[in-house]
Nanobody
Framework: QVLLVESGGGLVQTGGSLRLSCVAS????????MRWHRQLPGKQRELVASITNRGGSNYAIAVKDRFTISRDNAKNTVYLQMDSLKPEDTGVYYC???????????????WGQGTQVTVSS
């Protein structure tokens, strides 16, 4: 199995920045897509950003031009740089990766347990 652990969440003032990290560990052969999701209070979980194994990225319209997703394949890590944070960004952020494990024939989706981001007004 694969374990994903997020870090970097916390409390920040409006207009501030945070950098989230998510590292994967386990019997990993290859990691394909890496993604960040968030769950805002009272809302369904939503996709925030994604990045392919080729480096192509996509963003939710609400965070476009403020957030940047990146990956470090050597460290099995995905990052989310969050700038110009707003109170409406407050919520739990989850990483998710499509991973092929050693001796498996296909890739599966794995999820972290989430990290809290709070933006004060």
């Amino acid at each position: 199995q694969v374990l994903l652990v997020e870090s970097g969440g916390g409390l920040v003032q409006t207009g501030g920045s945070l950098r989230l990290s998510c590292v994967a560990s386990g019997s990993i052969l290859s990691i394909y897509d890496m993604r960040w999701h968030r769950q805002l209070p009272g809302k369904q979980r939503e996709l925030v950003a994604s990045i392919t194994n080729r480096g192509g990225s996509n963003y939710a319209i609400a965070v476009k031009d403020r957030f940047t997703i990146s990956r470090d394949n050597a460290k099995n890590t995905v990052y989310l740089q969050m700038d110009s944070l707003k109170p409406e960004d407050t919520g739990v952020y989850y990483c998710n990766m499509k991973v092929r494990t050693i001796r498996s024939f296909s890739a599966s989706e794995y999820w972290g347990q989430g990290t809290q981001v709070t933006v004060s007004s």
